[in-house]
């Protein structure tokens, strides 16, 4: 039997020519100890192979470009098209796959000069550079549930951008503009106009030096450990408000070079992956229960907030669950949940909710098939018998949008019950019925309580004028006092506008004609005095701060619905003026507010310098203020146009709004021009979320120490924990 056997031959089993010796013990080895051989290069020398066993090769279709591959393949055909490059690995050529006919003793083959290379297994098999595969989509595990990364159902949001229903717990998504950006430029596509236009990339833009400056900004570099895994509110809010400047930075960008809404990277998600990988989160470490930093009632409009703030980890998925070891198996249980309308849920009573399981839905093929009690139902269903408390996030539509959602905390839940009911598709659905923990401020009932405002079911105590504006604003502004007997402000004339005595005169430039309205990428002469970008967005949202926002003007020939037109369109939110405890009038919104959005102008009537100091109506823009972006100096870099307003006698809503030394409104310059004259105007915009009913405040600036008169110091009562005691 040995004497058939060569170094580089396979083992073939021959009859004895004499009787056996069954004393003598062989040396034999299981099966799946044999080594095979492979047929050797055509011209090789050596012992001659075995035949092979036989094997049905695979029949096709193949993708275009491709060949048949190893073992399946004749010695004439390599294991890759010709056209693909070598990827580190040898090519080898191959006739067909080894046989074993029985299982002797076997003698390992002697590599030689010639050995045949390990094959390349076939998921690194890659198609020819002629048919590039399209881009993957993005991939995310939870650790606990199986990946998904095909791309599934589009949702688009007002702000352009379509939202892909395609990640569940966890974050790991696209980070092409991450820290090493620098490192990676892509190639910028050439736009086309039309249907066929292609997203083009910010090559010859740094953003990660842009994300650098606004972080330091914000001293949200070399986030201390601690505070991070246990934030206040303080981290959290700017954690938020950063992750808005960048989102709206990377969408004017995307808007100058012409990429059409929806087919774009989304600028959400894009923020969201470069800030987690820059560090800049908050709450990282999980939890059971209330998140600190993060009050009941505050607002989110993008899921990606919602994981940046350490309340709900998952950014598409409905239920946020922990895995925790129980006699050696790991069981999950929820730790928040979003209710957004995805599923047949019912929380209309606000402190009882009936929330829907997740699952039953094949989003490609829209197949409805009953809910499996697995992952985040499971979770659930083992909450209810440990009793642990829920964060629960309610999804509200939002009235501005046709397609977006507000996010709203509502604080913790406890499960009380489950079953399982037939959906509206026939399928069986879990349900789970859920009971708001007593004791927490009001959240989603007070959204409740406003919509009963509007639709006159309930009256809004404490109403001394139902409109202070005498109709003179798109919508009423109710005057409220709810807190002592004072019957109202002193007398003023109401004035939706800035009034001048004289306007300004500016360098000689051309209007516009966009009769369709202004838009990016073009050469609108009302693009080009803003620096070759719209200032806001398609929704209306400001995405920079510069030093002077120029609108289209009175000659411009753009309809009034232009998207550069936003301060001249009058109120949108719903405001009332009402009685503070301890400030005397203030101003404040039933309508939730986003950051960048336009909330009301700042009119009165323009004065000189130093007249009427005794003036607590004033709005000076010699002043200095705290930038809100990063700036290239520390130095006081002086207004383009110095305006200094009085609204003591004349003026609209915003005379009401009160200093803070955490202000969450800033005021920005705006000039509409004609190819003559200028106007100047000042407009108030959201430095972040403000959820409804939270007192709109803005910082007065301090006077320029060069001044030898003006405003004395006052107390200051905004009780925030940055404030310096005093303003002007």
């Not at 009936?354 to 989003?363: A, D, E, N, P």
């Not at 700042?602 to 100091?613: L, M």
Request: hydrophobic share 30%; net charge positive; charged share 20%.
């Amino acid at each position: 039997m040995e004497g058939n056997l060569g170094s580089d031959s396979v083992p073939v089993l021959s009859t004895p020519s004499g009787p056996i010796d069954k004393s003598r013990v062989m040396s034999v080895k299981p099966l799946r100890c044999l080594v095979p051989v492979f047929p050797q290069h055509a011209g090789s020398s050596g012992p001659p192979q075995a035949p092979p066993f036989a094997f049905g090769a695979p029949t096709g279709p193949f993708p275009p470009g491709t060949a048949q591959f190893f073992p399946f393949v004749g010695s004439s055909e390599p294991q890759r098209p010709a056209s693909v490059p070598d990827q580190g690995r040898p090519t080898p050529t191959v006739t067909a796959t080894p046989t074993v006919t029985a299982t002797p003793t076997v003698t390992a083959p002697t590599p030689t000069a010639s050995a045949i290379p390990s094959p390349v297994p076939l998921n690194s098999f890659r198609t020819p550079p002629s048919a590039p595969p399209p881009a993957p989509a993005p991939v995310t595990t939870s650790g606990r549930g199986r990946p998904r990364g095909s791309t599934k159902t589009r949702e688009v949001y007002d702000d352009g951008y379509a939202q892909t229903d395609s990640y569940e717990n966890g974050f790991t998504i696209d980070t092409d503009d991450s820290s090493d950006v620098g490192k990676r430029k892509r190639k910028a596509r050439k736009i086309v106009k039309g249907p066929q236009a292609v997203a083009v990339s910010n090559s010859e833009v740094d953003i990660d030096h842009l994300v650098n400056d606004i972080l330091r900004s914000f001293n949200l570099v070399d986030i201390n450990t601690s505070l991070q895994a246990d934030s206040d509110h303080d981290l959290v809010q700017r954690v938020v408000m950063v992750y808005n400047l960048l989102r709206r930075k990377i969408m004017q960008l995307d808007d100058a070079k012409g990429v059409i809404p929806g087919i774009s990277r989304r600028a959400d998600l894009r923020s969201g992956t470069i800030l987690m990988n820059k560090g800049a989160r908050a709450n990282t470490r999980r939890r059971v229960g209330a998140v600190p930093g993060v009050n009941i009632g505050d607002v989110f409009f993008f899921r990606m907030e919602l994981c940046l703030a350490g309340l709900h980890a998952p950014i598409m998925a409905g239920i946020d669950y922990l895995s925790f070891k129980v006699s050696g198996d790991e069981e999950p249980i929820a730790v928040s949940i979003v209710s957004s309308g995805g599923y047949e849920d019912d929380g209309d009573d606000g402190e009882v909710l009936i929330y829907s399981g997740q699952g039953g839905v094949q989003r490609n093929d829209k197949l409805v098939m009953d809910q499996k009690l697995e992952r985040g139902n499971l979770a659930l269903e083992k909450s209810l018998h440990k009793g642990n408390e829920v964060r629960v996030v309610r999804g509200i539509k939002d009235g501005t949008s046709l397609t977006g959602k507000i996010y709203v905390y509502d604080g913790v839940y406890k499960l009380h019950e489950s079953w399982i009911e037939k959906g509206k598709s026939g399928c069986n659905v879990f349900k789970y019925k859920l009971i708001r923990v007593p004791g927490q401020p009001e959240g989603f009932m007070l959204w409740k309580s406003i919509q009963q405002w509007r639709d006159g079911v309930t009256k809004r105590v404490g109403v001394i004028l139902p409109d202070l504006t005498s109709g003179a604003e798109n919508t009423p502004i109710c005057l409220v006092n709810d807190v002592d007997s004072e019957k109202g402000p002193a007398y003023f004339t109401y004035a939706s506008s800035l009034k001048y005595s004289k306007p300004f005169r500016p360098a000689k430039s051309s209007s516009c004609k966009c009769s369709n309205g202004c838009q990016p990428a073009t050469n609108c002469p009302c693009v080009e005095r803003n620096g070759g970008y719209l200032p806001y967005s398609s929704g209306g949202v400001l995405l920079s701060h510069n030093s002077v926002i120029h609108e289209c003007g009175p000659s411009c020939l753009c309809p009034s619905t232009c998207r550069n037109r936003i301060s001249q369109t009058g109120l949108k939110l719903r405001l009332e003026v009402f009685r503070t405890k301890n400030k005397g009038w203030g101003l404040r919104s039933w309508d939730p507010i986003r950051a960048g959005a336009f909330i009301c102008e700042y009119a009165g009537e323009v004065i000189e310098s130093g007249s009427d100091s005794d003036d607590d109506y004033i709005l000076d823009t010699t002043r200095s203020f705290d930038p809100l972006e990063p700036v290239p100096t520390d130095e006081y870099v002086k207004p383009p146009f110095p305006l200094i307003v009085s609204a003591k006698n004349k003026g609209n809503v915003g005379r009401f709004m009160n200093h803070s030394c955490s202000p969450n409104v800033y005021w920005q310059p705006i000039l509409r021009q004609t190819e003559e004259e200028a106007h100047l105007h000042i407009g108030f915009y959201a430095i972040k979320h403000i959820p409804p009913l939270h007192e709109l405040t803005f910082d007065y600036g301090t006077p320029r120490p060069e001044k030898k008169s003006g405003p004395q110091k006052k107390k200051c009562l905004c009780g925030s924990t940055k404030c310096k005691g005093y303003f002007y």
